[in-house]
Nanobody
């Protein structure tokens, strides 16, 4: 059974940094493209960043230069390091299978429990 559990969220001040993690199990993690999604209060799910099995990252425009996605295949863990956080980054962050989505297609990705990141101004 595929399991994805995000953790590491919390409250951070504007301009601060945070690293969130996703523990994966139930599939061959090293062969799987992975992605981070987020959902802000009252808004739709949106794609943040993806990384393929060859370790190549891609980012949404709002994440470029501030966020870094990485993976630890030995420990089946996906990471998202977020720097220079802004209040508009406040959201529940989810890891999911796949490396990209747009619009309503993001709801089709298999995702696990999210972790809440709150950025105070």
């Amino acid at each position: 059974e595929v399991q994805l559990q995000a953790s590491g969220g919390g409250l951070v001040q504007s301009g601060g940094s945070l690293r969130i993690s996703c523990a994966a199990s139930g599939f061959i993690f090293s062969r799987q493209d992975m992605t981070w999604l987020r959902q802000a209060p009252g808004k739709r799910l949106e794609w943040v960043s993806g990384i393929n099995s060859d370790d190549r990252p891609i980012y949404a425009d709002f994440a470029k230069g501030r966020f870094a996605i990485s993976r630890d295949n030995a420990n089946n863990t996906l990471y998202l390091t977020m720097n220079n956080l802004k209040p508009e980054d406040t959201a529940v962050y989810y890891c999911a299978l796949g490396n990209f989505c747009s619009g309503s297609r993001c709801y089709d990705l298999r995702r696990g429990q999210g972790t809440l990141v709150t950025v105070s101004s």
